[in-house]
């Protein structure tokens, strides 16, 4: 059965530091791999998937994650964070072959301070 | 399109009611989740379908939970009766038939029994 464990529950950083959420997650056959954001009072938005190819993906907004199938990891880094990124994130993992079952994390709450 | 459309947004009942939450789903897609978001377990999924069909009930709390999809477009999920700890926010999601496929929500039904 395929699982995923978010390391940190809450991972509180200064404005313009770095940071790096962590994933990892189990599985017996290929996967699929996602990262969303959660803003308060509202729903998950999807921030990078992992499908193939690279290793590295990258979003929109200063977001990578990397893909290290030794390590069963799927970690989320950004550089310098702002206080815009202050949210909550969630790992999930869609594997080949399980009828489309989408599994989440726990979540990491992010919390940017000034 | 406007996205996954949840109905209400808000709902406050009394202990022992019976609770319905609506889901319409993206035109097109295949697969439709139920998940439950709590502070204490996190985001789980309750129930998923793929073209009508439930695939995974296993998440489904007890027998006070039932999950419909009569068509394409159209989902209920049904707590009859509800009871305090059933307080959360449920949120539907869904996806194309790709394993690969992200998952689009909708903004989520804040749950709260009295």
């Known amino acids: 059965a395929q699982s995923v464990t978010q390391l940190d529950s809450q991972v509180p950083v200064f404005e313009e530091a770095p940071v790096e959420l962590r994933c990892n997650y189990s599985s017996s056959v290929s996967v699929y791999l996602f990262w969303y954001v959660q803003y308060p009072n509202q729903g998950l938005q999807l921030l990078l998937k992992y499908l193939s190819g690279s290793t590295l993906v990258e979003s929109i907004n200063g977001f990578e994650a990397e893909f290290n199938k030794s390590q069963t990891s799927f970690h989320l880094r950004k550089p310098s964070v702002h206080i815009s990124d202050t949210a909550e994130y969630f790992c999930?993992?869609?594997?080949?072959?399980?009828?489309?079952?989408?599994?989440f994390g726990q979540g990491t709450e992010l919390s940017v301070k000034p | 399109d406007a996205g996954v459309i949840q109905s209400p947004r808000h709902e406050v009942t009394e202990m022992g009611q019976e609770v319905t939450l609506r889901c319409k789903p993206i035109s097109g897609h295949d697969y439709l989740f139920w998940y439950r978001q709590t502070m204490m377990r996190g985001l789980e999924l309750l129930i998923y379908f793929n073209n009508n069909v439930p695939i995974d009930d296993s998440g489904m709390p007890e027998d006070r939970f039932s999950a419909k999809m009569p068509n394409a477009s159209f989902s209920t999920l049904k707590i009859q009766p509800s009871e305090p700890r059933d307080s959360a926010v449920y949120f539907c999601a869904s996806s194309f038939s790709r394993d690969s496929a992200e998952a689009f929500f909708g903004q989520g039904t804040r749950l709260t029994v009295v």
């Open positions: 999930a993992v869609r594997s080949n072959n399980q009828g489309g079952k989408l599994i």
